[in-house]
């Protein structure tokens, strides 16, 4: 069983950068592929980020030059560092993994196909 836990949520203005943790307790090791998510009342949840077990990544077009996914395989933790943000991306950020090494393409983004979740943590861009 995997257990993931986010932090790193905030309020910062327009512009500002912020880097969102989480950290996987469980049997995760080397076998998981992992993903940013983030989600605004009354709206779906939106895959922004992922990666592959080798490091592969991909992001959302709405984040992409902006945000940078990593992971710390010896920490059992992934990050996403968030550069000059924008209102737009206020939202409760969660991090998911799922069993499995990598992709047949590029890492998904599409919340069903990942099976563990985080709590969330808020993070509010205002101008």
């Known amino acids: 069983h995997v257990q993931l836990v986010e932090s790193g949520g905030g309020s910062v203005q327009a512009g500002g950068s912020l880097t969102l943790s989480c950290v996987a307790s469980?049997?995760?090791?080397?076998?998981?592929?992992m993903g940013w998510f983030r989600q605004t009342p009354g709206k779906e949840r939106e895959g922004i980020a992922g990666i592959d077990v080798d490091g592969t990544t991909t992001f959302a077009d709405s984040v992409k030059g902006r945000f940078t996914i990593s992971k710390d395989d010896v920490k059992y933790s992934l990050y996403l560092q968030m550069d000059n943000l924008k209102p737009e991306d206020t939202a409760m950020y969660s991090c998911a993994a799922v069993r499995l090494t990598r992709w047949a393409g590029p890492p998904s983004l599409r919340p069903y196909e990942y099976n563990y979740w985080g709590q969330g943590t808020q993070v509010t861009v205002s101008l």
């Open positions: 469980g049997s995760l090791r080397n076998t998981y592929c």
